[in-house]
Every structure is written in C-alpha cells, then in structure tokens.
C-alpha cells in the first residue's frame, strides 16, 4: 500500500481583534471558528493574542502612560486563563464545529501574562498550550516567558504532525531549528500586524516578516499556516490620543499567509486593511518531494560539525526542599500546584 499522507483544507484568520473586550473577543472568534468549519475547514489558525488583542499601547508612550490611560488593568483583567466560562466557552465552540483550532491570546495566570497559543482538537479537548519563549522588546513590560517544553510538535490525528511559533520566534534560527527536528509537517505562523512604527522600521514590516514565513517553509520542508491580525479604525481612534500617535501606528496591517514546503503562495492574499478567512488544501505528500533536495536535519545536516542543545523540560519557578529528607528521615512528598494547561 505505502505511506498514506493526509490531504486536507486549511484555514487562516486575518481580521481585527475586539480590543480590550474578552467577552466580544470569544464572541468573534467563535463565528470564525463556525465560519471556518462550515466551509471545510480541518484546521483554523488564529492570529497573534487575538484574545483580547496584541497590546499596541505599549508601543506609543510610557509604561506610566499605559498604566495612567488604564491599559495596564484592562489588558490584565481581559486576558484569557484557561479555567475560566470564557475558556470554556471556546472548548464548546470547537467541539460543536468540530474542527482543530490554534488560538492566540494573552494567557492570564495568577499574577502575570504570556503571550500564548492553545491547540484544541475537533472533541474540544487541549493538545497543547504553548507560551512564547521570549517576549520581544517592549513587550517585556506585560509579559512574562515560557520554557523549553513550548517548543514542541503534536501528533494530531488526521492532521499530522502540527507546531506554533509567535512572531519574531521566527528570527530566532536555533528554536526554529528544535522544531525542524521534531518533523514538523504544519507550522503556525502567528501574527500581532505589521503597521506600526512604518516606513521607519523596516524590520516591522510585512515584507520583512512575510518572507520570515516563507523562509520556515522552505528551511522546515513543511507547510505554514501565518495567520495575522489587522488594526482598525475603532482601536485607533481607542489608542491615538495625541496627534503624533497617528503617526506611529495606522490602520490594517494584515499580511496573512500560507506557505507550501516549497515557499510558494497557497491562497491569494487578502489587502492590508481587509478581513477574512484564507483557505488552502494541502497535501503532505508534498514535504518528502521538498525534503528530497534539502533536509536540514536528516540527509542536508553536518551533525559532526554544528549540533543543538536542546532541552525541552518544564522550567520549575520553585524547588520546594525537605528539611526532613536532607536528614535521612523518611517523610511523605510534598506536591504543588504548577502551571495551569488547557
């Protein structure tokens, strides 16, 4: 018989998130959930903190401006945690669509907030949630890091094999790398917008980080799904309060994509300022015709001369010790509550 490669349509978001407001953020990514399903979809994947919208305002003036305009507080208190109704809510949603979904959202828990991606399979139920590793720039003022356990690919039935990265996570070459070596087939891709700080910043541009995209594709031999957020009028006139602010961040902003293994456009793009849903099947019998002219870590690697450290463990924020077991004395474990997962 030979090998069997799954065959499937895809589904990319490229909209406005409902900024600031948890309830209309689920709300909105429901009806692309539904949306997406019934136009035969097998998987959607969401923008970067879609839930409740990438925090912009850290970009345009002060931490204590931030805090003073009440950013700080509303950000916090509309993030997403994973055991709350809203959470639940999107679990049902899934289920109900019966669809695999990767969600981007400000990951609220205890006291601090992660950039976050959860994979929840067409039952409702978690795969995977991931944080990213390293928050970028300015984006250390709201949130915290995740560890080397979210860098990892989930077998996923009917699906294959599926990893998410944030991005600049997509500049970073060795992280890239510990993904490749998982043999990932479906890469997420996600994405805040790209029109802030333009024409200044070329490097924030969807140019630049479109062909970040495309380059994954094609060094990873596997198909990428980039979704990416837009900017609207309504969160500008929300963050501009002062003339020069219009100058700093514009309106759209969306560059979503998807890649096959060998770099080339799946799906026409939408405009920069449009909203919608992209769509692509994919066939994964493509990746081993992509990998046969380069693998970089099967048949195109030099292991003997360039290798990865990689560790891929939990980071534990405390190690709880036994006075009593440092004695010798024999005494019942101690067990703590870690970080939540969806």
């Given at each position: 018989?030979?090998?069997?490669?799954?065959?499937?349509?895809?589904?990319?978001?490229?909209?406005?998130?409902?900024?600031?407001?948890?309830?209309?953020?689920?709300?909105?990514?429901?009806?692309?959930?539904?949306?997406?399903?019934?136009?035969?979809?097998?998987?959607?994947?969401?923008?970067?903190?879609?839930?409740?919208?990438?925090?912009?305002?850290?970009?345009?003036?002060?931490?204590?401006?931030?805090?003073?305009?009440?950013?700080?507080?509303?950000?916090?208190?509309?993030?997403?945690?994973?055991?709350?109704?809203?959470?639940?809510?999107?679990?049902?949603a899934v289920k109900?669509?019966?669809?695999?979904a990767v969600l981007?959202?400000?990951?609220?828990?205890?006291?601090?907030?992660?950039?976050?991606?959860?994979?929840?399979?067409?039952?409702?139920?978690?795969?995977?949630?991931?944080?990213?590793?390293?928050?970028?720039?300015?984006?250390?003022?709201?949130?915290?890091?995740?560890?080397?356990?979210?860098?990892?690919?989930?077998?996923?039935?009917?699906?294959?094999?599926?990893?998410?990265?944030?991005?600049?996570?997509?500049?970073?070459?060795?992280?890239?790398?510990?993904?490749?070596?998982?043999?990932?087939?479906?890469?997420?891709?996600?994405?805040?917008?790209?029109?802030?700080?333009?024409?200044?910043?070329?490097?924030?541009?969807?140019?630049?980080?479109?062909?970040?995209?495309?380059?994954?594709?094609?060094?990873?031999?596997?198909?990428?799904?980039?979704?990416?957020?837009?900017?609207?009028?309504?969160?500008?006139?929300?963050?501009?309060?002062?003339?020069?602010?219009?100058?700093?961040?514009?309106?759209?902003?969306?560059?979503?994509?998807?890649?096959?293994?060998?770099?080339?456009?799946?799906?026409?793009?939408?405009?920069?300022?449009?909203?919608?849903?992209?769509?692509?099947?994919?066939?994964?019998?493509?990746?081993?015709?992509?990998?046969?002219?380069?693998?970089?870590?099967?048949?195109?690697?030099?292991?003997?001369?360039?290798?990865?450290?990689f560790n891929p463990?939990?980071?534990?924020?405390?190690?709880?010790?036994?006075?009593?077991?440092?004695?010798?004395?024999?005494?019942?474990?101690?067990?703590?509550?870690?970080?939540?997962?969806?």
């Open positions: 018989m030979g090998l069997k490669h799954p065959k499937y349509k895809v589904a990319v978001v490229q909209a406005a998130p409902a900024f600031l407001d948890l309830d209309a953020s689920i709300d909105k990514t429901i009806s692309l959930i539904k949306e997406a399903a019934e136009n035969g979809a097998s998987l959607v994947a969401f923008p970067e903190t879609f839930i409740p919208g990438y925090p912009w305002h850290i970009w345009l003036d002060s931490p204590a401006w931030s805090m003073g305009k009440g950013y700080t507080a509303r950000y916090f208190d509309n993030s997403l945690a994973y055991d709350s109704p809203e959470a639940d809510r999107l679990r049902a109900e669509s019966g669809i695999t981007g959202l400000s990951e609220r828990y205890e006291g601090s907030l992660y950039i976050a991606q959860w994979i929840l399979n067409p039952e409702g139920e978690t795969v995977a949630t991931r944080r990213k590793l390293r928050a970028t720039f300015c984006e250390r003022t709201v949130y915290g890091e995740g560890d080397g356990s979210d860098l990892a690919v989930h077998d996923i039935p009917g699906l294959g094999r599926v990893g998410a990265l944030c991005c600049w996570e997509h500049l970073q070459p060795l992280s890239k790398y510990a993904m490749f070596a998982q043999n990932e087939q479906v890469h997420i891709a996600a994405w805040p917008s790209f029109s802030v700080y333009q024409p200044a910043a070329y490097a924030l541009s969807g140019e630049v980080n479109t062909a970040a995209a495309r380059v994954y594709a094609v060094e990873g031999g596997c198909f990428v799904l980039s979704p990416c957020a837009t900017i609207s009028s309504e969160m500008i006139d929300e963050l501009c309060d002062a003339p020069n602010k219009h100058d700093l961040i514009q309106a759209g902003g969306g560059y979503a994509r998807i890649f096959g293994p060998d770099g080339r456009d799946l799906a026409t793009p939408f405009s920069p300022e449009e909203e919608g849903i992209l769509y692509a099947d994919i066939d994964l019998a493509a990746i081993p015709m992509a990998k046969a002219a380069a693998d970089p870590v099967g048949h195109y690697s030099r292991p003997d001369v360039t290798r990865l450290l463990r939990k980071a534990q924020r405390v190690e709880y010790v036994q006075h009593a077991e440092a004695e010798g004395v024999n005494v019942a474990p101690v067990t703590f509550p870690q970080r939540s997962e969806g």
